[in-house]
């Protein structure tokens, strides 16, 4: 999957304090990866939209966050099925010797303010759980 | 950028802007392609010291021999000029089924003033 992964690694100071509030830490991170994967996923389908041809590359975003638990952090994976047509979106990134590569595609997944943005996003939900627990 | 046209020339392979080739244009049989996909600039003391240039230098060949040759001497090009690898040789795709395609990440660093004058 050409895709970024948001996780919750290191956010352990606030998973701890809303487990001090008994907070249910487990569905909080899922509740902060999904809004992960349903602020990016549009955006995605926007810097898409210029490349419409046939649409097959658009029906490989992945629609559904799928959360996945390795030890104890979680990931969604928000991006392109490769084997559902997204390969296209590698060559949409990179570009070939006939297609400028998309740079705005590419900063959606790899950009700097992109991981920025996830981090800032998981923040939000993070700190309005703590704010509700502690009412 | 100029540092990376010298030491690609070298090759005496053509050398396009990655996106530039028409559709109506034969592939070279080896060439390489560039793209600038970003910049960072590093400060101090709010002032702009230096930039980071960072490009994706790609190689495309219907000759699978000569690339491992051409990838080790960009490799050690790139280095003995002060350009950095940030992500070694690997594989792209290409759009001609006759070609093989690979891409290097790199950076050049560009000073923009000396610090404290």
Do not use: C
């Not at chain 1, 996945?68 to 099925?81: I, P, Y």
């Not at chain 2, 600039?41 to 960072?54: A, F, G, L, Q």
């Not at chain 2, 490009?55 to 491992?68: H, L, M, N, T």
């Not at chain 2, 003995?80 to 950076?107: C, P, V």
């Amino acid at each position: 999957m050409a895709r970024l992964k948001a996780e919750t690694e290191g956010f352990d100071a606030l998973l701890n304090k809303i487990h001090r509030l008994e907070g249910d830490t487990k569905v909080i991170a899922e509740k902060a990866l999904i809004e992960v994967h349903e602020q990016i996923t549009p955006r995605i389908k926007e810097d898409m939209a210029k490349h419409y041809l046939t649409g097959a590359t658009e029906r490989s975003i992945a629609q559904e966050p799928e959360i996945e638990w390795s030890a104890q952090t979680a990931s969604v994976k928000v991006g392109f099925h490769i084997r559902d047509g997204g390969l296209a979106s590698v060559f949409l990134m990179y570009g070939t010797p006939r297609m400028e590569p998309d740079r705005k595609l590419y900063n959606e997944f790899y950009g700097a303010a992109a991981k920025k943005r996830i981090r800032e996003i998981e923040e939000n939900v993070l700190y309005e759980e703590i704010r509700r627990l502690e009412l | 950028m100029k540092k990376i046209m010298d030491i690609l020339e070298k090759f005496q392979v053509p050398v396009y802007r990655q996106g530039s080739i028409t559709e109506d244009e034969e592939y070279p049989d080896t060439f390489f392609t560039f793209w600038e996909f970003g910049d960072e600039t590093k400060y101090y003391d709010n002032v702009p010291v230096s930039r980071e240039h960072i490009f994706w230098i790609y190689i495309y060949s219907k000759e699978p021999e000569r690339v491992p040759g051409i990838e080790k001497e960009t490799e050690e090009m790139f280095l003995k000029h002060d350009i950095s690898i940030l992500e070694a040789w690997k594989d792209a795709k290409s759009d001609e089924e006759t070609h093989m395609g690979r891409r290097i990440t790199i950076s050049v660093r560009e000073d923009l003033q000396e610090v404290g004058k």
